[in-house]
Every structure is written in structure tokens, then in C-alpha cells.
């Protein structure tokens, strides 16, 4: 009785901490789609998990919520695709075809949900849905896993980079439990859940601790003639040697290139120059993107995208529409007719 007691407590430990996190997570995010992927991520398994712990003791529960915790193992995949996806763009939102996937993913689970429940065809989703989510779930972690390791280089030497790795690495083990479960025991899922944001806890803290200490000046603003100098300085080197046409270029790497602490860097931007890293890129990445659309013969929009240090599309067409209020293609007619 004591063991299952303990069983109890450490396979519902994951679910339950899980949803603080991302509830945590979400408020902190303000904005920024790669935390609110994450904290969506998080959210996802800990309803799975939860679902999981609920069935295995008691059997007989309500059959609406076995379908939650399914409709949540759907979005599992999806959830960690996007949120290696938001890690690559320069948009601050999801492209034209990204929020086409999501629509469509939204619109399928919540037909099946509600033309399909499970209370009413309950072998239906025993011998198709629920395989299909599980292989869904794997699609999607093989997509994730083909996004990570082409932007390997882009991530290299980043905090972001080992977070990203462990979080794929962690739902790989998450999904291997549950597809071996038969072999196992279905509360295998729930308890690698439990262990996996425990580790990730632990990993985050342990790099929150090996950082550099903060720096004397990160706790006052830098003074307006020293950041002029510093700005001014950034100015010449990207205009020297172009560096923002590489799309792999890191906020750690242009440190290192202008000779200063990438914190440093990071505050002289944000305070003196009031944008972030990624919005000062896609700034100098628009107005190249400009020069090159005012060329002629004119260029395809795919080459002005990929010679302006854009890594798609999607992203091109959306961050240029943002900044410059128009299309690329109506900037390009507008400045052929002036």
C-alpha cells in the first residue's frame, strides 16, 4: 500500500509542477513566442501525464477525460515543433504558413472532439485515433529533431542552444515510455514526465550557475557618451563586413567581433538603442532587402530573401511587411513607378 502511495505521489509530482511551470512560464513570457511555445509544451504533457496517473489508479473515470489528456497528447508534437521553430525565425510572430498549420491543427482536434468523442465511439478511438496521435506525436518529434540539427550551427555557443537540445532530448524519452508501455506499465509515461522536469530543473540552474557573474556596469545605465562610441563602432563593422546577411549570425558571435562581453552588448542595444538583437537584424536585413528590391533587372523575391540574410520566406515576408509597411512585392512596384 506504502509503494503505491509513493507511486502516486511522484507520478502526479510531474503533472502537477508541470502546470505551475507553465503557467509561470506563460506570464513571463510577455511576447515572446519561443517561452509561450514552451510554456504551451509543458502544459501539453502535464495534462497527458495527469491523464495517465488519473486512468491507472482509477480505471472507471469519466470518459471525457481520457479525451482531454488525448486531445492534449496530440498537441505534444506540434507544441515542440513550433517552439524550435520560434527559436530560428526573426519574426516576433508565426508566418503566414505557420498560423495556416496551427489553424489547421486547431480545427482538426476540435472536430474530432466534437463530431467524435470518445464516450460514443470509444473503439474508434482505441484502434485509430489514438495510434494516429502517437504517430503523430513521433512526426512531429522527427521534424523537431531535423530543425534542430539543420540550425546546429546558428545555436552553437547560445544559452538557447543546450535548452532546446534537452527539451527535444527529454520529450524523445517522454514519448519512447509511452510507445513501450505495453511492455512495461502504462504509468511508466507519467514517471519519466516526473524525472525528465526534474533533470531539466537541475540543468537549468546548473547553466543559470556556470554563467559569468553579472558585471559591475549591468546594474547602471551606460552613459550616453560611451554608448554613442560603442553604437557607432557597430555601425562601421556591420557596414564593413555586411555581417548581418549571415542568417546563422548569434548575438554571441557579433560580441566577440566587436570586442565586447555579449551582456554588454545585449544592454547597449536594449537601453541605448531600444531594440533587441533580433529586431536590430531585421532592420539592417529589410533595408538591404530594399536596395536590392530597387535593382534591376529585378531579382526573385526567394533570391532578395536569401542575399538579404533572411532563412525564409515566411519570415522575409513578414518581418519586411512589419518594418516597412508594405510587401516586398508592392515596395518593389512602388519604387519601379517613382
Known amino acids: 500500500m506504502l509503494s503505491q ?29 519561443t517561452q509561450r511555445w514552451l510554456s504551451l509544451l509543458i502544459l501539453a504533457v502535464s495534462v497527458r501525464a495527469g491523464k495517465s496517473v488519473a486512468f491507472y489508479f482509477w480505471p472507471d473515470i469519466p470518459r471525457f477525460v481520457l479525451q482531454i489528456g488525448l486531445t492534449a497528447c496530440f498537441m505534444i508534437g506540434p507544441c515542440l515543433f513550433f517552439l524550435v521553430r520560434s527559436s530560428q525565425g526573426d519574426a516576433s510572430a508565426p508566418g503566414r504558413a505557420d498560423r495556416w498549420h496551427i489553424a489547421g491543427l ?4 476540435a472536430a474530432v472532439n466534437l463530431f467524435l468523442p470518445y464516450a460514443s465511439h470509444i473503439e474508434l478511438w482505441r484502434q485509430i485515433v489514438t495510434p494516429g496521435i502517437v504517430y503523430s506525436w513521433l ?3 522527427l521534424l523537431a529533431s531535423a530543425q534542430l540539427y539543420a540550425h546546429r550551427s546558428r545555436l552553437s555557443g547560445t544559452p538557447a542552444g543546450p535548452l532546446l537540445l534537452g527539451t527535444v532530448a527529454g520529450i524523445w524519452i517522454i514519448w519512447i515510455a509511452y510507445y513501450t508501455s505495453g511492455y512495461t506499465s502504462y504509468i511508466v509515461g507519467a514517471l519519466s514526465f516526473t524525472f525528465v522536469l526534474a533533470f531539466s530543473v537541475l540543468v ?22 560611451e554608448a554613442a562610441v560603442q553604437l557607432q563602432s557597430l555601425a562601421e563593422l556591420m557596414a564593413r563586413e555586411r555581417l548581418h546577411l549571415d542568417p546563422a549570425l548569434t548575438l554571441p558571435r557579433l560580441a566577440r567581433r566587436l570586442g565586447l562581453p ?5 544592454q547597449l542595444l536594449n537601453d541605448n538603442n531600444q531594440t533587441s538583437f ?6 539592417l536585413r529589410v533595408t538591404e532587402a530594399k536596395a536590392l528590391l530597387r535593382q534591376s533587372p ?9 542575399e538579404a540574410g533572411f532563412q525564409s520566406m515566411s519570415t522575409f515576408h513578414s ?13 518593389r512596384v512602388a519604387a519601379s513607378d517613382s
Open 278 to 283: 533580433k529586431q536590430y537584424l531585421a532592420q
Open 204 to 225: 537549468y540552474l546548473r547553466l543559470r550557475s556556470g554563467q559569468a557573474p553579472i558585471e559591475p556596469y549591468q546594474d547602471r545605465r551606460i552613459p550616453e557618451s
Open 298 to 306: 529585378p531579382k526573385p523575391l526567394e533570391v532578395v530573401a536569401t
Open 106 to 109: 486547431l480545427a482538426l482536434a
Open 5 to 33: 502511495h509513493f507511486l502516486f505521489f511522484f507520478s502526479m509530482l510531474g503533472a502537477f509542477n508541470g502546470i505551475v511551470a507553465a503557467s509561470f512560464l506563460w506570464w513571463r513570457a510577455k511576447g515572446k513566442p
Open 139 to 141: 512526426g512531429y518529434l
Open 319 to 331: 518581418t519586411f511587411k512589419k518594418l516597412a509597411g508594405v510587401t516586398p512585392a508592392a515596395f
Open 262 to 266: 555579449q551582456t554588454r552588448l545585449s
